[in-house]
């Protein structure tokens, strides 16, 4: 867990020196200046405000959940209506190839992959999350150094990395390692098999330093493995340029893919020929229509498919990563900072002293594209606040999470937040 950081206006002042064109640098950043007439001014210079378009959200609410599960973007529904009239009801079994079913988790795949700093090839779709990553963490284990005995893990990791973890470290004999992400760089040694970080904390938005975590890890022999739930599409990841060996992460967030949708598995190139999956499915296999007895598995990143692809989902998908179209994520960044910035300010104008404390830190350079506030009785302040139109969510056992996805959330948004949560406290 994070330092407690009481709420402060200072992040105000830190806006980025050149962020976006969106937020030019004669903005006035006074609190005395009415924060509404602020929001709207920050609203109208915003380049990617028009991004909102692109997604269907109801009336009168603001939306701060996308960190649990993104918005509708607008072009899924007809996308997926096609696919259950015309492609499964018409076509039927000739959508596999007619369609393109057949190469969906891999294209679909090469759609994410500039958005977590990756080139084609690289990543595969399907499966979960849990799934994705105990394959990663084995296979992780079989790439490592013979002779190494630990895996070190997140010690505040979500909980299920933890229990596939555990699993992963039964199977490969190897011994988990609670470590704290900012300790982890001394704690990885020559007994190192294998690294499992998250990105971002899914409690407090804190961003972990990817970039130094896997040199560290790099250095000392072992394999990284990133869980990228809380980042991918919220902020600039670059995994071929840090050198990540293997990620993971769920496209129902940040991406948008819909409750469900299938996850993600990165393997790096230089990995792949060596990759040794743990579920060694007939969809991964180098000739599947073969139906041999023995296993063979498929070049490049294709070799971690398991079994037949989930289609509805799958496609869905696809259409969502649509809204993605023309957008850099480093504008996306430093909306999110802005964004998560202006919220703090607001937060500290609104909210009585005393009775919330950030636990995600302000400096830019350790926070992602949430912000987490401790507060008591904190399930029954956000059932109240969602009752008023603000969705956000809880973590047990005092903690309000508030994510902001810049793709679709605005200033005014976060005003009205923070305006509502002060009437709570009022």
């Given at each position: 867990?994070?330092?407690?950081?009481?709420?402060?206006?200072?992040?105000l002042?830190?806006?980025?020196?050149?962020?976006?064109?969106?937020?030019?640098?004669?903005?006035?950043?006074?609190?005395?200046?009415?924060?509404?007439?602020?929001?709207?001014?920050?609203d109208?210079?915003?380049?990617?405000?028009?991004?909102r378009?692109?997604?269907?959200?109801?009336?009168?609410?603001?939306?701060?959940?996308?960190?649990?599960?993104?918005?509708?973007?607008?072009?899924?529904?007809?996308?997926?209506?096609?696919?259950?009239?015309?492609?499964?009801?018409?076509?039927?079994?000739?959508?596999?190839?007619e369609?393109?079913?057949?190469?969906?988790?891999?294209r679909?795949?090469?759609?994410?992959?500039?958005?977590?700093?990756?080139?084609?090839?690289?990543?595969?779709?399907?499966d979960?999350?849990?799934?994705n990553?105990?394959?990663?963490?084995?296979?992780?284990?079989?790439?490592?150094?013979?002779?190494?005995t630990e895996?070190?893990?997140?010690?505040?990791?979500?909980?299920?990395?933890?229990?596939?973890?555990?699993?992963?470290a039964?199977?490969t004999?190897?011994?988990?390692?609670?470590?704290?992400?900012?300790?982890?760089a001394a704690?990885i040694?020559?007994?190192?098999?294998?690294?499992?970080?998250?990105?971002?904390d899914?409690?407090?938005?804190?961003?972990?330093d990817?970039p130094a975590?896997?040199?560290?890890?790099?250095?000392?022999?072992?394999?990284?493995?990133?869980?990228l739930?809380?980042?991918?599409?919220?902020l600039?990841?670059?995994?071929?340029?840090?050198?990540?060996?293997?990620a993971?992460?769920?496209?129902?967030?940040y991406?948008?893919?819909?409750?469900?949708?299938?996850a993600?598995?990165?393997?790096?190139?230089?990995?792949?020929?060596?990759?040794?999956?743990?579920?060694?499915?007939?969809?991964?296999?180098?000739?599947?229509?073969?139906m041999?007895?023995?296993?063979?598995?498929?070049?490049?990143?294709?070799?971690?498919?398991v079994?037949?692809?989930?289609?509805?989902?799958?496609?869905?998908?696809?259409?969502?990563?649509?809204?993605?179209?023309?957008?850099p994520?480093?504008?996306?960044?430093?909306?999110?900072?802005?964004?998560t910035?202006?919220?703090?300010?607001?937060?500290?104008?609104?909210?009585?002293?005393?009775?919330?404390?950030?636990v995600?830190?302000?400096?830019?350079a350790?926070?992602?594209?949430?912000?987490?506030?401790r507060t008591?009785?904190?399930?029954?302040?956000?059932t109240?606040?969602?009752?008023?139109?603000?969705?956000?969510?809880f973590?047990?056992?005092?903690?309000?999470?508030?994510?902001?996805?810049?793709?679709?959330?605005?200033f005014?948004?976060?005003?009205?937040?923070?305006?509502?949560?002060g009437?709570?406290?009022?």
């Amino acid at each position: 867990m994070s330092e407690s950081i009481p709420v402060t206006a200072e992040p105000l002042a830190d806006l980025p020196a050149e962020p976006i064109a969106s937020l030019p640098a004669d903005v006035p950043v006074a609190l005395s200046v009415d924060l509404r007439e602020r929001a709207a001014v920050l609203d109208a210079a915003d380049e990617l405000a028009k991004l909102r378009e692109r997604f269907t959200l109801p009336e009168g609410v603001v939306y701060l959940d996308g960190n649990s599960l993104g918005a509708l973007p607008a072009t899924v529904a007809d996308t997926t209506a096609d696919v259950v009239r015309r492609q499964w009801g018409e076509l039927l079994i000739r959508s596999w190839d007619e369609s393109g079913w057949w190469t969906a988790p891999e294209r679909i795949g090469d759609k994410i992959a500039p958005l977590v700093g990756a080139a084609p090839g690289q990543i595969t779709v399907g499966d979960s999350t849990s799934v994705n990553l105990f394959k990663a963490l084995v296979g992780a284990a079989r790439l490592a150094a013979p002779g190494r005995t630990e895996l070190l893990v997140d010690a505040a990791t979500f909980p299920t990395d933890g229990y596939i973890a555990a699993s992963a470290a039964r199977m490969t004999g190897l011994t988990v390692v609670p470590v704290e992400p900012g300790e982890a760089a001394a704690a990885i040694g020559p007994a190192t098999a294998v690294v499992l970080l998250n990105h971002v904390d899914y409690r407090t938005g804190r961003l972990h330093d990817l970039p130094a975590l896997t040199t560290a890890a790099r250095a000392a022999g072992a394999i990284t493995v990133w869980d990228l739930c809380h980042s991918a599409g919220a902020l600039p990841v670059d995994l071929d340029a840090h050198a990540v060996d293997l990620a993971v992460g769920c496209t129902y967030k940040y991406l948008n893919g819909g409750p469900g949708a299938p996850a993600y598995l990165y393997i790096a190139e230089r990995h792949q020929e060596s990759f040794d999956s743990p579920l060694p499915g007939w969809n991964g296999h180098a000739d599947p229509f073969a139906m041999t007895p023995d296993y063979a598995p498929a070049p490049g990143a294709a070799r971690a498919r398991v079994g037949t692809p989930d289609i509805l989902s799958m496609l869905a998908l696809e259409a969502a990563l649509d809204a993605w179209d023309g957008v850099p994520v480093e504008a996306v960044r430093a909306k999110s900072l802005a964004l998560t910035d202006f919220f703090l300010a607001c937060v500290a104008a609104y909210v009585p002293e005393g009775k919330v404390e950030s636990v995600t830190p302000t400096e830019h350079a350790r926070r992602g594209s949430q912000v987490s506030l401790r507060t008591d009785n904190a399930r029954e302040v956000m059932t109240e606040l969602i009752s008023r139109g603000v969705v956000g969510d809880f973590r047990a056992p005092d903690v309000l999470r508030f994510g902001f996805t810049p793709l679709y959330v605005g200033f005014a948004d976060a005003e009205r937040a923070a305006r509502t949560l002060g009437h709570i406290f009022g």
